[in-house]
């Protein structure tokens, strides 16, 4: 008896704690931006929990009112927290509303706009107006369309509510799978660096080379990393970091600052780095060339980045770096590989050898000599006549 009753309590609480742990790994769990309307329905919600979709509909209805206004949803098939951080100088336009509202994660929400009692209700594409009384959900794919077209459907619908949702995240079990194997495999070799302007990454913490020394592995920095300057030409953003360096006989503080301007409008460039030793200036690192990416934009090189300086023999090293502005996760990528990178000089070497042998068959087709005569000189004449 007594075991039966242990065996009911696990199955119990084995049922409880997979009802708690699967939703909050859902892949339908994305966040709402929902604006527009003059009623307000703010929810205290806790960014770090799942809203439920009770909670949702509550603000939805207390948006809506009494009244039926017209309604308008954004679906992006994909969507997740990530894609709002890329596109936020378009989306900020929407925080001009009084009545914009922010919820982070809600399990599958567009169930609720499709249950609101809207008899006249419509899935669209080309979306040209939405009238009183209306719920019209349209598919997007651009986000930074989604300001701009309620703008223009706003003008002829004055009254109008909008939201913008999806219909699943697909980065969200991909981050946590990645972060999974980072923690069981403890791989502390990896170089992130995160300030308030600048995400900075390389798959190996960096390795300094003296004169003709062995490389030092320098790890991860030993203080926060501090960043000052507004990355422009007359005030380069100047990026502090701190290592300790040296061998066992003899430690030392090896300080970098990485200069990050503006030389050319809406680049980024990054072309020395000054190294200090115990607070007193060493010498300028330089790369040739220049790193340098577009704005939104992340550089990214797969082979090794150095930053030298031939007089004093010192060489700072990457491995695979990448790093991007104003963000917290990186965009499409410059990649120091230009365009005649090995695959490219490879399929250029290719076409041309077949173009080669190509044009050799066609000469050599032109030089076929057919026979012009068909006749014996030594035999009879062959003759036709008329009435043949």
């Not at 954004?74 to 900020?92: G, I, M, P």
């Not at 925080?95 to 006249?120: C, G, M, R, W």
């Not at 991909?174 to 070799?189: H, I, L, Q, Y």
Request: glycine content about 4%; some cysteine.
């Amino acid at each position: 008896m007594m075991n039966s009753q242990l065996f009911l309590k696990w199955i119990i609480g084995f049922v409880l704690v997979i009802s708690i742990v699967v939703p909050n790994f859902a892949d339908d769990v994305v966040p709402v931006l929902i604006w527009g309307g003059t009623n307000s329905g703010k929810l205290n919600s806790n960014p770090f929990e799942k809203i439920s979709q009770t909670d949702l509909k509550d603000v939805v209805e207390k948006k809506l009112g009494e009244s039926q206004p017209a309604v308008l949803v954004f679906v992006k098939t994909n969507f997740c927290t990530e894609d709002l951080t890329q596109h936020s100088k378009s989306l900020a336009r929407l925080k001009q509303y009084k009545s914009f509202e922010y919820i982070p994660a809600v399990d599958s929400p567009l169930t609720i706009f499709k249950t609101l009692p809207y008899t006249n209700q419509s899935m669209e594409e080309e979306l040209e107006s939405v009238s009183e009384g209306q719920l019209v959900i349209t598919e997007v794919t651009d986000l930074d369309s989604v300001a701009k077209t309620f703008d223009l459907i706003k003008k002829s619908t004055p009254h109008l509510v909008a939201a913008l949702t999806g219909n699943y995240c697909s980065y969200r079990s991909e981050r946590g799978k990645r972060a999974a194997e980072m923690v069981a495999s403890n791989n502390t070799d990896v170089f992130l660096i995160e300030t308030q302007r600048l995400l900075f990454y390389a798959d190996h913490t960096p390795t300094l080379k003296i004169n003709d020394s062995d490389p030092i592995d320098l790890g991860n920095v030993i203080t926060n990393v501090t960043e000052t300057g507004d990355a422009t030409a007359a005030s380069p953003l100047i990026v502090k970091m701190e290592f300790n360096a040296g061998n066992e006989s003899a430690q030392y503080k090896a300080t970098f600052d990485f200069e990050i301007n503006v030389e050319t409008t809406g680049y980024y460039t990054l072309r020395r780095v000054n190294m200090s030793r115990d607070d007193e200036f060493v010498a300028n690192l330089e790369i040739r060339p220049a790193i340098y990416w577009a704005n939104n934009f992340s550089y990214h090189c797969a082979q090794h980045t150095k930053f030298v300086n031939k007089t004093h023999g010192i060489t700072l090293s990457f491995e695979n770096l990448q790093l991007q502005m104003d963000t917290k996760i990186f965009g499409d990528t410059y990649d120091c590989v230009g365009f005649t990178s090995i695959p490219i000089w490879s399929a250029m070497f290719v076409t041309a050898i077949i173009t080669i042998i190509t044009l050799w068959g066609i000469l050599m087709i032109m030089d076929i000599r057919t026979m012009d005569r068909f006749d014996d000189p030594k035999g009879k004449t062959i003759t036709i006549s008329a009435t043949d």
